[in-house]
């Protein structure tokens, strides 16, 4: 399973853009466990392909999640106030655990 998470906004806008890629074959069992645990509860598959705030601010943090799992494929878009406490918390520990690309 492939992770690609591509953050933007806040005061640099897309010049500040940071991107993470993580293949979770490639990272030790229980990291790789957590974060598939995290992705799977927050249903990600079945979520909307936008979760952004109706009139965000220009310091908001946007986030672009796109998952790859053996065939299948999905995108979401989302700010962090909108998102399920699950992928709020795989947002924050794929900042906190993953360095930018």
Same mark, same amino acid.
Request: glycine letters at 4%.
């Given at each position: 399973?492939?992770?690609?998470?591509?953050?933007?906004?806040?005061?640099?806008?897309?010049?500040?853009? @940071?991107?993470?890629? /993580?293949?979770? !074959?490639?990272?030790?069992?229980?990291?790789?466990?957590? *974060? &598939?645990?995290?992705?799977?509860?927050?249903?990600?598959?079945?979520? @909307?392909?936008?979760? /952004?705030?109706? !009139?965000?601010?220009?310091?908001?943090?946007?986030?672009? *999640? &796109?998952?790859?799992?053996?065939?299948?494929?999905?995108?979401?878009?989302?700010?962090?106030?909108?998102?399920?406490?699950?992928?709020?918390?795989?947002?924050?520990?794929?900042?906190?655990?993953?360095?930018?690309?």
């Amino acid at each position: 399973m492939r992770l690609t998470l591509t953050c933007t906004g806040g005061f640099t806008g897309p010049a500040g853009a @940071q991107k993470r890629t /993580v293949d979770l !074959a490639q990272l030790p069992a229980q990291q790789a466990s957590e *974060l &598939e645990h995290l992705l799977r509860a927050s249903d990600f598959f079945a979520l @909307q392909p936008k979760l /952004v705030k109706e !009139a965000p601010k220009s310091w908001d943090f946007q986030y672009d *999640l &796109e998952v790859d799992d053996d065939g299948q494929s999905h995108c979401v878009r989302y700010h962090l106030d909108e998102a399920p406490p699950p992928l709020k918390q795989l947002t924050e520990k794929l900042n906190d655990e993953v360095a930018p690309d």
